[in-house]
């Protein structure tokens, strides 16, 4: 099959993808990552809804995204919840932020739904950093992002593990991989 990335039209459906002659053959076959293993190699890229500033939020995503699980994504990536004030994206969007243990208990919501239909997803733990459009920002270095008209103020090395500025304001998920890379890549970063 002659695929042209242009051509949505000639996209293989997930049937084509199941016959012997798919250019995909392996996009329905289950993956294992070592700590879990996927159902097929399907993701669902990270996408900020808006469904996140809502009231019901968590009662909200967790009909979204159970929705694609039925529909039998592999792995959803949600889009990015912001882990303290500075990592904002907006200085008062409604975005509840992902800093606690009590926070990270409200989402289980969410995977509850999207694993009882046979799914598996991924919190993203979102930093703006010099692509926030508050007043406040902070990145590694004082050098403004081509998009955005606000100067970051850079963060000393000692700030990359306050609380208040750095990833280590996000809960920790005892024992999980995604924990256990973030404390690695927060140490490489200094
Ligand atoms: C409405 C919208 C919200 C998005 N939110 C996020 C997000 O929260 N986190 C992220 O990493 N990417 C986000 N993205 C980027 C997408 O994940 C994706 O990388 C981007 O849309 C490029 O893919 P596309 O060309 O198929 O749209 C968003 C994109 C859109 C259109």
Redesign the pocket.
Known sequence: MNISPLNFHATPSLKDARSPDSPYPHLLAPLDLGFTTLRNRVLM????TGLEDLPNRYEAMAAFFGARAKGGVGLIVT??FPINEVAMDVGNSGDELLNSEAVAEKHKAITSAVHASGGKICA?L?HMGRYAKHKNLVAPSAIKAPINPSTPRALEDDEIFRPSLTMHSAPRWPGSPATTALRSWARKAI
């Open positions: 890229g990270s996408m900020h889009g990015g993203q979102l």
